[in-house]
């Protein structure tokens, strides 16, 4: 591992924080630190939670439950998405590149509050290891990531409480690191630096950080009311002691359809931010997108009972959700073309980064097809409940969040370790990622449509082979992840030196040194007015100019 | 690598501007009160989605014809005045602080801290005395739920007073007129707490 060697520095020269690579499994309150450790801890879990994704897929290559007994695979599905949403996604594309880009586009040292940032990052291994452990002492959850009553009410209590529990911790991860953001981006700008001119993924983080805000303390309130549910026999969610299950649908899903969106608006930024800098032109349609992401925050906390059309939902809230989600699909469509239309005649370096966003672009318009699919009632409650959800969802969270984390490393890794990774292999990475992905979840549109149930470890013959193909694409998907282990353990020990701004990129996290010093710049912090400020759109075309990187980057000046 | 000088000639130019607009910039200004409160505004959710699941409950799920769930109103409101006279003698002793009369703002601390225990002994009496336990009905479980989650609240914020009424003691301890976060901090925290007492007991009591 390559590790900065900081020069000393007048802050932090207190001897109190550690330098090298212990830092790394210190309480540092360096925010690079702490968005590394959010990214490399995010990526063990994936790596555990792709573990049991692919238990799940051998054992549905055959359509009896002959891999794993039937409650084992429960546990295997509940884990799978608890971990995956939990201690991959959400951690990363929030704690890692949130605490690592943030501080830089608003121009600051720091995070506003760096200890409670520590604290938030510290919560998240012990959340885990709980999670994972609770398989091996009392046997894991079984009720799925949703955990509904009366399942987890009536499935063994031991795992479901530890998974409760864990779930706590990291839902109160994910408030401090919200409130976090929002302070520091709302009170941590440097002096000039305005709203309007700050990079798009800092407004993709703070109408996130706004959703944890105000959705994750209900989840957190729910699930201590149905852990009460478990261990005191109270009633609230529990029909036969005259409580009512659907309102546990209901306060759930008003965290969880958002936690969607917490998952997905800063993958948005973050390609947001890889798109201009790899086409050479100005993100389109800055204020638009801007807009849009405020819009999907307001309309986000409002369509929560999509989830439950089948629920014994009334006509008028049925009507009203099926009209919010689609509207959704109107700022999501704005925020799809500006992408296009910022790739439109750039001068684009097909890097493994933008191999990877225009994967998340062109799997993301699928996903969003299939989701305005599912937002009518018709619809909906012909493939509620079947894998047709399933590849839908993993449409959103593997091709959307996924893809851009991948597309994400690829394009600050060099800012992260100080060298290059191996083009090559990121290429091949991405392809073999990409193929494995559409040939596991496509098919099984076609599965839901055709009523194969979801969460089941048998199912009827005729989907035998459907299945397989889609265990084929989850076996390639496995395989993906070697050429990228190997490409990032082999750059950070012998990859060629990046310098500074590989990318020639105008953000302020490239006006540093690669990796930064402590304080992240070793003298002012510089103020960056216009951070996609590619091309020259005020000068007639000059194709000779154009063609120009080194005035390219000079127009930029005002 | 390719040498970008316009780059380092811009970013010295931007330097110098940053520069020029504030030296404010580079020193912290203390946010911890913006903060709290971001944190206050994710507290609050989580009454609300509890306020929430009982008026659905109350609206959606009738009461058993056998259940007991009934509630007196002289005890609550008592502790509801208790409350709003504590978050006024709360606010005295912000004030004293800022006077720089650190008697005053002992002493008033010194009554809210009091009044706060008053609230949570009267809740214990009204807990020992109500004719319903957790898991009698589903109204009674939700009644201990919620009241015991505020409850929790008084009693974290009245530990908070006492550490800020036990640190404004000293001279030159850590609450003085010129530190005067904690006191702000916990002040704010205690109006909230009475805030969310003030629905609760329309909620639950009135309603």
């Known amino acids: 591992m390559t590790v900065a060697i900081s020069p000393p520095s007048k802050k932090q020269s207190d001897g109190l924080q550690p330098t090298g690579w212990l830092r790394y499994f210190s309480f540092s309150l360096d925010h690079k630190v702490i968005g590394l450790q959010y990214l490399v801890c995010g990526f063990i879990f994936y790596l555990i939670g792709g573990v049991l994704g692919g238990a799940i897929r051998i054992e549905l290559a055959s359509p009896i439950a002959d891999f794993m007994a039937r409650d084992v695979y429960n546990q295997v599905l509940t884990l799978h998405g608890t971990v995956m949403i939990f201690l991959w996604i959400v951690p990363v594309v929030n704690g890692a590149f949130g605490n690592y880009l943030i501080p830089f586009y608003v121009g600051a040292r720091d995070m506003a509050f760096p200890r409670l940032n520590a604290v938030a990052f510290w919560m998240i291994p012990p959340a885990g290891l709980l999670l994972i452990s609770s398989y091996f002492i009392t046997g894991a959850a079984q009720s799925g990531w949703t955990a509904y009553p009366p399942l987890s009410i009536t499935t063994p209590a031991a795992g479901q409480i530890l998974w409760i529990l864990s779930v706590l911790l990291l839902g109160g991860s994910s408030i401090f690191g919200g409130i976090n953001f929002i302070a520091t981006i709302l009170k941590l700008r440097q002096p000039g630096l305005k709203l309007m001119q700050l990079p798009m993924y800092c407004w993709a983080m703070l109408g996130t950080s706004i959703l944890v805000v105000l959705s994750t303390p209900v989840l957190a309130g729910t699930l201590v009311l149905l852990s009460f549910d478990i261990v005191a026999h109270t009633g609230f969610f529990n029909p036969s002691l005259g409580g009512n299950a659907v309102v546990y649908q209901h306060l759930f899903w008003f965290y969880s359809h958002p936690a969607v969106y917490i998952m997905v608006l800063p993958a948005f930024g973050l390609v947001s931010e890889i798109l201009p800098v790899h086409c050479r032109k100005p993100l389109f349609g800055y204020t638009s997108m801007v807009y849009s992401i405020m819009t999907i925050v307001l309309l986000g906390l409002v369509v929560w009972a999509h989830h439950m059309f089948t629920s014994g939902t009334p006509p008028w809230m049925r009507l009203f959700f099926t009209i919010a989600t689609s509207f959704i699909a109107v700022p999501t469509g704005i925020k799809f073309f500006n992408w296009l239309a910022t790739l439109w005649g750039g001068r684009i370096s097909l890097n493994s980064a933008v191999l990877f966003s225009c994967g998340f672009i062109v799997n993301f318009v699928l996903g969003g097809i299939t989701g305005v699919a599912l937002a009518q009632v018709p619809f909906d409650i012909h493939v509620h409940d079947t894998y047709f959800v399933v590849a839908h969802f993993h449409y959103i969270v593997y091709g959307g969040s996924v893809f851009v984390i991948f597309a994400s490393i690829y394009h600050w890794y060099p800012k992260f370790t100080g060298r290059m990774l191996n083009e090559s292999l990121g290429r091949f990475h991405f392809l073999i990622t990409f193929i494995g992905f559409n040939l596991c979840f496509a098919p099984q549109h076609w599965l839901g449509l055709n009523g194969m149930p979801r969460r089941v470890a048998e199912y009827d013959p005729q989907f035998t082979v459907i299945n397989q193909i889609s265990s084929v694409g989850a076996l390639l998907m496995a395989i993906s992840t070697l050429p990228f282990l190997w490409n990032v353990v082999q750059s950070a020990l012998s990859g060629p030196i990046a310098g500074d701004n590989p990318w020639k990129a105008l953000t302020p996290e490239w006006l540093t040194s690669s990796p930064p010093p402590v304080e992240n710049w070793s003298g002012k912090a510089p103020l960056v007015t216009e951070p996609y400020g590619y091309g020259v759109p005020e000068e007639p075309l000059n194709l000779e100019k154009t063609s120009n990187i080194d005035s390219d980057l000079g127009s930029k000046s005002e | ?207």
């Open chain 2, 1 to 207: 690598m390719t040498s970008l000088p316009t780059i380092d000639h811009d970013y010295q130019e931007q330097a110098d501007l940053a520069d020029k607009h504030a030296e404010t910039g580079e020193e912290h200004a203390d946010h911890r009160m913006f903060g709290l409160a971001t944190f206050l505004v994710a507290d609050g959710m989580t009454f609300a989605g509890f306020f929430v699941a009982y008026l659905t409950f109350r609206a959606v799920n009738p009461l058993l014809p056998d259940a007991v769930y009934e509630l007196e109103l002289p005890l609550p409101t008592l502790n509801t005045v208790l409350l709003l006279v504590s978050s006024a003698t709360f606010h005295r002793a912000g004030q004293a602080l800022k006077r720089n009369q650190s008697g005053q703002c002992q002493r008033w601390l010194f009554i809210t801290a009091g009044l706060g225990l008053a609230f949570l002994t009267s809740q214990m009496v009204e807990y020992f005395t109500l004719p319903f336990g957790l898991t009698d009905n589903l109204y009674a479980s939700t009644f201990y739920a919620v009241t015991g989650f505020h409850g929790l609240h008084v009693t974290l914020g009245t530990i908070m007073i006492l550490i800020v009424w036990w640190q404004s003691r000293s001279p030159g301890g850590r609450v003085t007129s010129e530190n005067h976060f904690p006191l702000e901090a916990a002040e704010l925290y205690w109006h909230f707490v009475d805030g969310i007492w003030v629905i609760l007991f329309i909620i639950f009591y009135l309603l």
